[in-house]
């Protein structure tokens, strides 16, 4: 559950808490940080805790890597002030005798906040739409695969040939998902006892696929909400000897993992400005969102990997279209009455939300400033719409969308577009020269 610092003083005192964890998120999603001593983080609690400003330029493997104007060996690599935000201390339920918090990154020279940091990035299209008098509230459907291999066997198995958790498709089955309920039960209740409420799990369209889905707020606390979910999990798996994973597309012959994102704007007076009769702003905001898909691609689908999930006929969505209650458009407005929502089938389940929710503003708000009309709806199987865009094939068409994107840059700023234009060219660079096990099973003999 969520706690005030009081009640963590509390705690502390009679034992239920002794550790901290003080977090915050790297360009990947990652949860990066401290784990403090509950006493001595009572102690500093005004003052917060430093960490190296390298952590925003490593790669997947945690080197440092030149050509970041925010920091670099030639600067020296010095720190950045982690300030918590109190609103998110909670009882970490997933471990023992711990609370988390999440912090926003502040340069200690210029007193302000780190602009490339991904919950600054959010923030700042928070703010954008608070301008407009607005709010926006979001859910993400998360999904992932689950594994009866322990994360260290999988890695000395080189991720390949691990068992999978079902072995037939267990899409809304009861009895294959009943193999895994302690894993799931535990995920659900773990989550819903450290103040994030689950709405439900089910089985998926993958062997050993599952979703599990939390309930809406609002956007950035959404984001924190989703961050803590995946780290939580993948805690949970590996304290249980399993394993799971958020990867677009594991492997070839399953589907691949989403993260649909739901949002809803709501005005100053409490509405639901979705809500029928259909609103100016809400076909605005939908065709800004599709309007600026390829500029903001790298946030929904930041990997390698997040491109090969983009097969038609294969529940992940290939071209830009909307619809009422469609599974195969990218875009699908959903609900009724103040339900009423716009859900992006785009993003994987292995994007950063605070990118993800970030793009989707500026996304929304260019078509709100510039009164942007989306297409008319789509009926039919959108897979087989071949006059339709599609999606970007790549990271590497993506990322030259992104950083040439003048919407990009004016919703982000040079500096932030710049700062993840470089991150995703060294994970596009990394790739081109990597040598894979598709390139040996293929090449090694027959050549």
């Known amino acids: 559950m969520t706690i005030t610092v009081d009640d963590l003083r509390a705690a502390a005192r009679d034992g239920s808490i002794d550790t901290v964890v003080v977090a915050f998120t790297d360009g990947f999603g990652r949860l990066l940080g401290k784990r403090f001593d509950a006493g001595f983080f009572l102690e500093t609690v005004d003052d917060g805790t430093h960490a190296c400003d390298y952590l925003l330029t490593v790669d997947m493997e945690m080197e440092p890597i030149p050509g970041y104007a925010f920091a670099s060996w030639e600067q020296g690599y010095g720190d950045v002030h982690l300030v918590p935000d109190l609103a998110t201390l909670r009882r970490a339920a997933w471990t023992d005798h711990t609370a988390i918090v999440l912090c926003d990154l502040v340069d200690d020279d210029r007193h302000v906040a780190v602009a490339e940091a991904p919950r600054t990035v959010l923030r700042r299209q928070v703010e954008r739409l608070a301008e407009h008098g607005l709010v926006a509230r979001a ?103 399993l394993s799971i994973t958020f990867m677009a597309k594991p492997t070839t012959e399953e589907a691949g993992s989403s993260s649909h994102l739901h949002l809803s704007l709501w005005d100053d007076a409490g509405g639901n400005v979705f809500a029928p009769p259909e609103s100016d702003r809400f076909r605005w905001f939908l065709g800004g969102w599709m309007a600026h898909v390829d500029d903001f691609m790298v946030c929904y689908a930041p990997t390698i990997n997040s491109y090969k999930r983009y097969v038609d006929a294969s529940w992940a969505p290939t071209r830009i279209a909307w619809s009422n209650d469609n599974r195969t458009a990218g875009f699908r407005v959903v609900g009724s009455g103040p339900a009423r929502r716009i859900e992006n089938r785009i993003p994987g389940a292995d994007c950063n ?58 919703a982000f700023g040079d500096a932030v577009v710049d700062h993840y234009t ?16 598709w390139e040996r099973t293929r090449y090694f003999e027959r050549i």
């Open 353 to 410: 939300p605070y990118l993800a929710y970030a793009a989707t503003i500026a996304s929304g708000l260019a078509g709100i400033e510039q009164q942007i009309e989306p297409p008319e709806p789509f009926h039919g199987d959108v897979y087989q719409a071949i006059e339709l865009p599609r999606v970007p094939a790549t990271l590497a068409d993506a990322l030259s969308s992104f950083s040439s994107s003048a919407s990009a840059r004016e």
């Open 422 to 437: 470089h991150f995703h060219r060294v994970e596009v660079e990394a790739h081109r020269t990597a040598v894979t096990d």
């Open 139 to 241: 859910a993400s459907e998360l999904e992932f695969f689950l594994f009866d291999d322990t994360y260290r066997d999988a890695h000395a198995k080189g991720y390949a040939g691990l068992q999978p958790a079902g072995w037939y498709i267990e899409d809304y089955h009861l009895l294959s998902t009943a193999r895994v309920e302690p894993f799931v039960r535990a995920a659900r209740c773990a989550l819903g006892d450290s103040g994030i409420d689950v709405e439900n799990s089910k089985g998926e369209w993958g062997r050993g696929q599952h979703e599990l889905n939390i309930r809406h707020r609002d956007v950035l606390e959404m984001a924190d909400r989703h961050t803590l979910l995946k780290h939580a999990m993948k805690e949970l798996a590996d304290s249980m000897g």
